[in-house]
C-alpha cells in the first residue's frame, strides 16, 4: 500500500461519513413510531414506498463488497465473474412471483421474519429453527465482507501506512453504525441508503465515461483483457470457455434462489407498504443491476490501466490513479456507505430471527413488545462486534469462504419457503430431513473442493454446489411426503389459508 | 398465462451458448456484455407487462 496517507481523500470522506452519522440517528424521528415494537425498530413500521425501499433494497444488495469482490474476480479470472449479470436477470423475475405473495401472508398475520413464516406454515417449530440458523449462519460472514470492503478503502488512503491505522478507522466506523442502528433500527439504513446510492450512482457514471475516455475506448480495454487473459494460459478469458458455462449457469440460478430467503433482503421486502410496492420494485432494481454490470468492468479497465494492486486492492488503486484526489475521496465514501448500510440491515434481518425464532420460543416466551425490540437491539449489537472480531482477528480467506458456505445453506430452506409459498404438498418433517441432507452435503461437497462452491459432476461438468444439493434437498423431501402420505401419518397445522398469499 | 413469460429470462441467460462469443460486436463490447445489458434492460418492460395482466 501507498506511504502517505492522502489528507484530501479523507476530508472529503469525513464530510459525507460525518453527514450520514447525523441523518443515523435523526433518523429515529423519520416516520415516527414507537421504537419499543419490534416491528417498528425492525421492519420500519412497514411503511415504506416504493421510492423507499428502492434506495433501501437497492443499497441493501448492492453492497460495498459487491463493488470491490465483483470487479476483483473480473480482473482474476474474466468473463466468468460476470455470472453476476445472470444472476441478476434471474432474480427478478423470482422476486415479482414470490415476494409479493410473501409480503401478504406475513402482514396478514403479524410475521416478522421468514422462519415465523414456516411455522406458521408448518405448525414444527424445528424446521422454522432450522429456517432461522439457517439465515443467521448465512448473513454473519456477509457482514464481515462489509467491514472488509471498508478496511480496503481505508488502506487505499493510506491508513495502511500507520499501525493498526486501518483497523482503529474500522472500529470507529462500526462503533458509530452500531450506535445509530441501535436507537432508529431500519429507518436508518433506509435514509442513509438515499445518500450512499446516489452516491455510488455518481461514482459509477463518472467511472464508465472517464476511465475509458483515458484508456482508448472500450474496444480497447475488451481488448487489453483479452490478451492478458491469453498471456495467462488460455483457462480464462473475455467470453467463457467451453468447460465454464454450466459453473456460469449454475452459480447465477443458484445465487438468484438464495437471494430472496437472506434475512436482509427479506426484512427489506416486509418492510414495504403493500405488494404493488414490491412489484413496482422487480421492475426498478434492474437499474441496480446495469450499475452492478458496469462495476465489473472496473475489472477489465484495471487490467488495461496497468493498476498496480492485486485481489480487493484494485478497485481503489484503480480510482485513485484515474481521479483527482477529492472524487477518489467522495468514492471511497460511497464504498464505505455501501459497507455501513447492508451492514445494518444484516445485522437488522438477523436480530429479527434471534429475537422471533430463537429467543422467543427458547428462552423467554412472554416477552412484552419492549423486551422483544430490547433483545433484537442487543441481538444487532452483539452480531456486529462478532463480525468485526471476525475481521480484526482471522485471515481474509475464513469470511471469503464462509460466506460462499452461507450461500450454499442459504439455498437449502428453498423448497420450505419457496414451494410453501405456493403449496403445502410437503410435510414439515420431510422438508426438515431435506433441508438437513442438503446442508451436510452442500457443506461436504464444499469441504472435499478446499472450501470452493463448484463441484464435477460426471457428464454435466463443474457444477454450483448450492444447486446439487438443493435438488438431493428436494428429492427427499419429496420421497419422505410420498411415504408419510402412503403410510397416512398425521399432518402438523397450516395456520395460514390459500387466500392469504393473494393480494388484498 | 402471461405469467409463463417469467420463463424467458431463465431461458435467455441460462443457456450460455446463446450468447457465448463475442461477435457481433457494439460500441466495442463483444456480444457476451451487450446481450446481458440488453436482458437488464427488457426486464422492466416485461414484467410491466407481466403485471399488466394481474387479474384487478
Not at chain 1, 396 to 411: D, F, T
Not at chain 2, 15 to 24: F, L, M, S, T, W
Request: aromatic share 14%; net charge positive; hydrophobic share 60%.
Amino acid at each position: 500500500m501507498s506511504g502517505a496517507v492522502h489528507w484530501t481523500a479523507w476530508a472529503v470522506f469525513a464530510f459525507f461519513f460525518a453527514s450520514v452519522t447525523v441523518i443515523g440517528f435523526i433518523a429515529s424521528r423519520w416516520k415516527a413510531g414507537d421504537l419499543n415494537q419490534l416491528h417498528e425498530w425492525g421492519l420500519g413500521g412497514r411503511r415504506f414506498g416504493t421510492i423507499v425501499t428502492w434506495f433501501l433494497l437497492g443499497g441493501d444488495l448492492y453492497t460495498a463488497y459487491t463493488v470491490i469482490a465483483v470487479p476483483a474476480l473480473v480482473y482474476a479470472v474474466g468473463a466468468f465473474g460476470f455470472f453476476a449479470l445472470p444472476y441478476t436477470i434471474i432474480a427478478f423475475p423470482i422476486f415479482f412471483a414470490l415476494m409479493p405473495r410473501l409480503w401478504n401472508v406475513c402482514h396478514r398475520h403479524g410475521y416478522i421474519t421468514v422462519a415465523d413464516f414456516a411455522e406458521g406454515r408448518y405448525g414444527n417449530r424445528w424446521l422454522a429453527l432450522a429456517v432461522a440458523l439457517t439465515g443467521v449462519l448465512a448473513t454473519m460472514p456477509y457482514i464481515a465482507l462489509q467491514l472488509v470492503g471498508m478496511q480496503v478503502v481505508f488502506e487505499a488512503m493510506g491508513f495502511g501506512s500507520m499501525t493498526q491505522g486501518a483497523e482503529i478507522a474500522l472500529i470507529a466506523a462500526f462503533i458509530v453504525l452500531a450506535l445509530y442502528t441501535y436507537t432508529s433500527g431500519l429507518r436508518a439504513p433506509a435514509l442513509i441508503a438515499f445518500v450512499k446510492d446516489t452516491m455510488i450512482y455518481i461514482f459509477v457514471i463518472a467511472v464508465v465515461i472517464v476511465i475509458p475516455m483515458q484508456l482508448g475506448g472500450y474496444g480497447a480495454v475488451f481488448a487489453a483483457a483479452k490478451e492478458a487473459f491469453a498471456a495467462k494460459g488460455g483457462a480464462t478469458g473475455i467470453i467463457l470457455q467451453p468447460g465454464q458455462a454450466m459453473g456460469f449457469a449454475s452459480l447465477a440460478l443458484g445465487s438468484a434462489m438464495a437471494l430472496m430467503l437472506y434475512p436482509h433482503a427479506s426484512t427489506g421486502v416486509l418492510a414495504a407498504d403493500s405488494p404493488k410496492t414490491i412489484r413496482r420494485n422487480a421492475m426498478l432494481l434492474p437499474a441496480y443491476s446495469v450499475m452492478l454490470g458496469l462495476i465489473a468492468l472496473m475489472g477489465y479497465m484495471a487490467i488495461a490501466a496497468h493498476v498496480q494492486a492485486k485481489g480487493n486492492a484494485i478497485v481503489p488503486a484503480l480510482v485513485m490513479q484515474s481521479f483527482p484526489e477529492w472524487f477518489a475521496g467522495f468514492c471511497f465514501a460511497a464504498i464505505a456507505l455501501g459497507a455501513l448500510v447492508p451492514a445494518a440491515i444484516m445485522s437488522i434481518g438477523a436480530a429479527n430471527l434471534v429475537t422471533r425464532n430463537i429467543w422467543r420460543p427458547y428462552i423467554n416466551g412472554n416477552m412484552s413488545p419492549k423486551q422483544e425490540s430490547t433483545v433484537a437491539k442487543v441481538t444487532s449489537l452483539v452480531v456486529k462486534f462478532g463480525a468485526l472480531a471476525f475481521v480484526v482477528f482471522l485471515p481474509l480467506e475464513y469470511a471469503i469462504n464462509l460466506q460462499l458456505l452461507g450461500g450454499i445453506w442459504m439455498l437449502q430452506v428453498f423448497p420450505a419457503i419457496v414451494f410453501g409459498l405456493y403449496t403445502r404438498w410437503f410435510r414439515a418433517n420431510a422438508l426438515l430431513a431435506g433441508w438437513a441432507l442438503g446442508m451436510s452435503l452442500g457443506t461436504t461437497l464444499s469441504w472435499m473442493q478446499g472450501m470452493k462452491p463448484m463441484f464435477p459432476i460426471p457428464g454435466l461438468g463443474t457444477v454450483y454446489i448450492g444447486v446439487t444439493a438443493l435438488i438431493a434437498n428436494i428429492i427427499l423431501a419429496a420421497l419422505f411426503t410420498a411415504i408419510a402420505n402412503g403410510l397416512g401419518m398425521d399432518r402438523s397445522k397450516d395456520s395460514t389459508a390459500a387466500p392469504d398469499y393473494a393480494d388484498a | 398465462m402471461r405469467r409463463l413469460l417469467l420463463l424467458v429470462p431463465f431461458v435467455a441467460t441460462l443457456i450460455v451458448p446463446i450468447y457465448n462469443r463475442e461477435q457481433p460486436a457494439l460500441w466495442g463490447f463483444p456480444f457476451f456484455y451487450w446481450y446481458l445489458f440488453l436482458w437488464l434492460l427488457l426486464l422492466p418492460p416485461l414484467l410491466w407487462f407481466i403485471d399488466r395482466g394481474r387479474k384487478p
